[in-house]
Protein backbone atom coordinates (compact mmCIF):
# COMPACT_ATOMS: atom_id res chain seq x y z
CA UNK A 1 0.00 0.00 0.00
CA UNK A 2 1.32 3.17 -0.80
CA UNK A 3 2.11 6.01 0.94
CA UNK A 4 -2.03 8.19 1.08
CA UNK A 5 -3.49 5.50 0.08
CA UNK A 6 -6.07 4.56 2.08
CA UNK A 7 -6.47 1.16 4.18
CA UNK A 8 -8.41 -1.71 2.76
CA UNK A 9 -11.59 -2.72 4.35
CA UNK A 10 -11.37 -6.12 4.98
CA UNK A 11 -14.45 -8.48 3.87
CA UNK A 12 -17.20 -10.02 5.87
CA UNK A 13 -19.18 -6.47 6.83
CA UNK A 14 -21.53 -4.08 4.34
CA UNK A 15 -19.32 -0.76 3.67
CA UNK A 16 -22.69 1.19 4.07
CA UNK A 17 -22.94 2.72 7.44
CA UNK A 18 -25.83 0.79 9.00
CA UNK A 19 -26.57 -1.47 6.26
CA UNK A 20 -26.44 -4.43 8.50
CA UNK A 21 -29.21 -3.78 10.13
CA UNK A 22 -31.41 -2.47 7.10
CA UNK A 23 -30.86 -5.84 5.29
CA UNK A 24 -31.67 -8.11 7.76
CA UNK A 25 -34.69 -6.05 8.31
CA UNK A 26 -35.30 -5.87 4.83
CA UNK A 27 -34.69 -9.85 4.72
CA UNK A 28 -37.20 -10.45 7.21
CA UNK A 29 -39.85 -7.66 5.60
CA UNK A 30 -39.18 -9.81 1.61
CA UNK A 31 -39.29 -13.09 3.60
CA UNK A 32 -42.54 -12.48 4.99
CA UNK A 33 -44.13 -11.07 1.31
CA UNK A 34 -42.49 -13.98 -0.91
CA UNK A 35 -41.64 -16.69 1.43
CA UNK A 36 -38.75 -19.45 0.05
CA UNK A 37 -39.08 -19.67 -3.16
CA UNK A 38 -39.68 -15.71 -4.08
CA UNK A 39 -36.57 -14.60 -1.49
CA UNK A 40 -33.70 -13.23 -3.59
CA UNK A 41 -30.71 -11.30 -2.36
CA UNK A 42 -31.35 -8.62 -5.17
CA UNK A 43 -35.06 -8.55 -4.00
CA UNK A 44 -33.24 -7.66 -0.58
CA UNK A 45 -31.08 -5.04 -1.70
CA UNK A 46 -33.61 -3.32 -3.68
CA UNK A 47 -35.87 -2.99 0.13
CA UNK A 48 -32.73 -2.39 1.98
CA UNK A 49 -32.09 0.14 -0.59
CA UNK A 50 -28.14 -0.98 -0.94
CA UNK A 51 -26.20 -2.34 -3.68
CA UNK A 52 -26.39 -5.97 -3.89
CA UNK A 53 -22.41 -5.85 -3.79
CA UNK A 54 -23.24 -4.84 -0.26
CA UNK A 55 -25.24 -7.65 0.63
CA UNK A 56 -22.80 -9.99 -0.95
CA UNK A 57 -20.07 -8.58 0.67
CA UNK A 58 -21.19 -9.57 4.29
CA UNK A 59 -23.29 -13.12 3.26
CA UNK A 60 -23.02 -15.21 0.83
CA UNK A 61 -26.51 -16.52 -0.19
CA UNK A 62 -29.70 -16.17 0.86
CA UNK A 63 -29.83 -19.11 3.50
CA UNK A 64 -26.57 -17.78 5.56
CA UNK A 65 -28.86 -14.07 4.71
CA UNK A 66 -31.72 -15.35 6.70
CA UNK A 67 -30.05 -17.24 8.92
CA UNK A 68 -28.71 -14.47 10.33
CA UNK A 69 -31.88 -12.42 10.13
CA UNK A 70 -33.83 -15.05 12.05
CA UNK A 71 -31.32 -15.95 14.65
CA UNK A 72 -29.90 -11.79 15.53
CA UNK A 73 -33.63 -10.98 15.78
CA UNK A 74 -34.62 -14.00 17.71
CA UNK A 75 -31.97 -12.80 19.85
CA UNK A 76 -32.87 -9.50 20.67
CA UNK A 77 -36.14 -10.46 21.83
CA UNK A 78 -35.61 -13.53 23.93
CA UNK A 79 -32.96 -12.59 25.89
CA UNK A 80 -33.95 -11.47 28.71
CA UNK A 81 -33.29 -11.71 32.20
CA UNK A 82 -35.26 -9.38 34.80
CA UNK A 83 -33.97 -11.13 37.76
CA UNK A 84 -37.43 -13.23 38.66
CA UNK A 85 -38.91 -15.88 37.02
CA UNK A 86 -42.64 -14.09 36.59
CA UNK A 87 -40.51 -11.27 35.18
CA UNK A 88 -38.83 -12.62 32.86
CA UNK A 89 -41.53 -14.78 31.51
CA UNK A 90 -43.80 -11.66 31.15
CA UNK A 91 -40.87 -9.29 29.21
CA UNK A 92 -40.70 -12.44 26.95
CA UNK A 93 -44.38 -12.68 26.34
CA UNK A 94 -44.28 -9.00 25.78
CA UNK A 95 -41.68 -8.89 23.47
CA UNK A 96 -43.14 -11.99 21.46
CA UNK A 97 -46.65 -10.57 21.55
CA UNK A 98 -45.38 -7.09 20.03
CA UNK A 99 -42.96 -9.44 17.32
CA UNK A 100 -45.75 -11.37 16.09
CA UNK A 101 -47.71 -7.74 15.59
CA UNK A 102 -45.22 -6.52 13.27
CA UNK A 103 -44.10 -7.13 9.78
CA UNK A 104 -40.86 -8.60 10.51
CA UNK A 105 -42.80 -10.72 13.38
CA UNK A 106 -45.18 -12.27 10.47
CA UNK A 107 -42.37 -12.94 8.66
CA UNK A 108 -40.57 -15.07 11.11
CA UNK A 109 -43.71 -16.91 11.40
CA UNK A 110 -44.03 -17.46 7.42
CA UNK A 111 -40.25 -19.01 7.97
CA UNK A 112 -41.80 -21.62 10.33
CA UNK A 113 -44.62 -22.24 8.80
CA UNK A 114 -42.52 -23.01 5.57
CA UNK A 115 -39.84 -24.65 7.33
CA UNK A 116 -43.02 -27.30 8.91
CA UNK A 117 -44.65 -28.25 5.64
CA UNK A 118 -41.79 -28.68 3.34
CA UNK A 119 -40.96 -32.18 2.74
CA UNK A 120 -37.65 -31.11 2.25
CA UNK A 121 -34.95 -29.08 4.65
CA UNK A 122 -35.05 -25.62 3.25
CA UNK A 123 -31.72 -24.10 4.56
CA UNK A 124 -29.74 -23.78 7.70
CA UNK A 125 -32.19 -20.92 8.49
CA UNK A 126 -34.73 -23.69 9.18
CA UNK A 127 -32.81 -25.28 11.90
CA UNK A 128 -32.17 -21.67 13.26
CA UNK A 129 -35.42 -21.27 13.35
CA UNK A 130 -36.19 -24.17 15.85
CA UNK A 131 -33.06 -23.49 17.85
CA UNK A 132 -33.32 -19.82 18.68
CA UNK A 133 -36.12 -19.64 20.42
CA UNK A 134 -36.10 -22.91 22.71
CA UNK A 135 -32.33 -22.21 23.70
CA UNK A 136 -33.61 -19.08 25.31
CA UNK A 137 -36.64 -20.02 27.22
CA UNK A 138 -34.67 -22.83 28.56
CA UNK A 139 -32.12 -20.55 30.29
CA UNK A 140 -34.93 -18.57 31.88
CA UNK A 141 -36.16 -21.98 32.73
CA UNK A 142 -32.74 -23.45 34.32
CA UNK A 143 -32.25 -20.02 36.40
CA UNK A 144 -35.82 -20.38 37.75
CA UNK A 145 -35.02 -23.90 38.95
CA UNK A 146 -31.58 -22.42 40.50
CA UNK A 147 -33.26 -19.80 41.92
CA UNK A 148 -35.95 -22.15 43.47
CA UNK A 149 -38.89 -20.32 41.61
CA UNK A 150 -39.99 -23.16 39.30
CA UNK A 151 -40.58 -26.94 39.84
CA UNK A 152 -37.74 -29.54 38.61
CA UNK A 153 -38.94 -32.10 35.79
CA UNK A 154 -41.32 -30.03 33.94
CA UNK A 155 -40.86 -30.02 30.48
CA UNK A 156 -39.17 -27.31 28.95
CA UNK A 157 -40.70 -27.35 26.00
CA UNK A 158 -44.06 -27.00 26.83
CA UNK A 159 -42.87 -23.56 28.17
CA UNK A 160 -42.05 -22.14 25.14
CA UNK A 161 -45.04 -23.37 22.86
CA UNK A 162 -47.22 -21.98 25.51
CA UNK A 163 -45.76 -18.44 24.81
CA UNK A 164 -45.09 -18.76 21.65
CA UNK A 165 -48.64 -20.43 21.01
CA UNK A 166 -50.39 -17.38 22.80
CA UNK A 167 -48.62 -15.24 20.68
CA UNK A 168 -48.92 -16.44 17.43
CA UNK A 169 -52.50 -17.68 17.45
CA UNK A 170 -52.44 -13.80 19.19
CA UNK A 171 -51.18 -12.46 16.07
CA UNK A 172 -53.52 -14.41 13.53
CA UNK A 173 -56.52 -13.94 15.65
CA UNK A 174 -55.79 -10.18 14.93
CA UNK A 175 -55.12 -9.81 11.50
CA UNK A 176 -58.10 -12.07 10.81
CA UNK A 177 -60.66 -9.79 13.07
CA UNK A 178 -59.19 -6.75 11.34
CA UNK A 179 -58.00 -5.25 15.08
CA UNK A 180 -55.46 -3.39 16.03
CA UNK A 181 -54.00 -4.45 19.45
CA UNK A 182 -52.20 -1.87 21.52
CA UNK A 183 -49.11 -1.79 24.07
CA UNK A 184 -52.57 -1.87 27.10
CA UNK A 185 -54.05 -4.83 25.41
CA UNK A 186 -50.55 -6.67 24.58
CA UNK A 187 -49.49 -6.14 28.30
CA UNK A 188 -52.81 -7.44 29.55
CA UNK A 189 -52.92 -10.66 27.27
CA UNK A 190 -49.03 -11.09 28.04
CA UNK A 191 -50.01 -10.84 31.97
CA UNK A 192 -52.89 -13.40 31.63
CA UNK A 193 -50.44 -16.11 29.34
CA UNK A 194 -47.74 -15.97 32.83
CA UNK A 195 -50.26 -16.24 35.00
CA UNK A 196 -51.51 -19.05 33.76
CA UNK A 197 -47.75 -21.01 33.10
CA UNK A 198 -47.15 -20.10 36.40
CA UNK A 199 -49.99 -21.15 38.12
CA UNK A 200 -48.37 -25.16 36.78
CA UNK A 201 -45.20 -24.81 37.02
CA UNK A 202 -43.95 -21.86 40.11
CA UNK A 203 -43.08 -23.31 43.30
CA UNK A 204 -45.09 -22.58 46.54
CA UNK A 205 -41.49 -20.41 47.09
CA UNK A 206 -42.43 -18.11 44.08
CA UNK A 207 -45.80 -17.90 44.82
CA UNK A 208 -45.15 -16.08 48.19
CA UNK A 209 -42.63 -13.59 46.82
CA UNK A 210 -44.21 -12.98 43.27
CA UNK A 211 -43.03 -9.35 41.99
CA UNK A 212 -46.30 -8.28 41.30
CA UNK A 213 -47.72 -9.20 44.64
CA UNK A 214 -50.41 -11.27 44.28
CA UNK A 215 -50.47 -14.86 44.10
CA UNK A 216 -50.74 -16.97 40.83
CA UNK A 217 -53.24 -18.85 42.01
Known amino acids: MTSGEAPRRGRGRPRTPGAEEKILTAALDEYGERGWAGFTMDGVA???GVGKSTVYLRWADKDALLTNAVTNRGMEL???DTGSFEGDLKQLAVN?????HSSGGWAAMRVTFDCASSP???GDFSEAVSQVHGRQVEQICLRAVERGEMIEDFPLGVVTETIYGAAIVNSLSERLEGRTDGDAAIETRAAF???MVLDGI???QARRTSPSG???S
Request: hydrophobic share 50%; net charge positive; proline share 4%.
Open 202 to 204: ATE
Open 193 to 195: VVA
Open 96 to 100: MLRHF
Open 46 to 48: RRA
Open 120 to 122: ERL
Open 214 to 216: EPH
Open 78 to 80: TAV
